[in-house]
């Protein structure tokens, strides 16, 4: 399908901002920066092994359309209700600016 199918986008999503890191004992302080409609696709699912226990790595696509938010990978994650998406890389595929597309390591507790 192509890029402009907004009927896509239907997600609504928290973006957060890191605020405050590693200074408190619960960790990182997050804060809500901006809702975006957006496409949420499951992209890889693998497992990594730490010690002597496997944990599950899940891997998502998620696209949005292109704004004036200035994006940071290591200070910006996304949030779908619970789930939560930190992002390893952005990209505009079309090299349009009318879409991008995020790459994100899904957060499991």
Request: proline fraction near 3%; include cysteine; hydrophobic fraction near 35%.
């Amino acid at each position: 399908m192509s890029w402009n199918n907004s009927g896509r986008l239907r997600n609504l999503m928290d973006v957060e901002s890191l605020v405050v890191s590693g200074d408190f004992t619960d960790g990182d302080a997050w804060l809500l920066t901006t809702r975006m409609y957006c496409e949420l696709r499951p992209a890889i699912g693998r497992q990594s092994n730490e010690g002597d226990e496997k944990v599950p790595i899940i891997t998502h696509v998620i696209r949005t359309r292109d704004n004036d938010f200035t994006w940071k990978i290591d200070t910006h994650r996304f949030r779908f209700g619970e789930r939560i998406f930190h992002i390893e890389y952005v990209i505009d595929p079309s090299e349009r600016g009318d879409f991008l597309e995020f790459g994100c390591t899904e957060v499991i507790a």
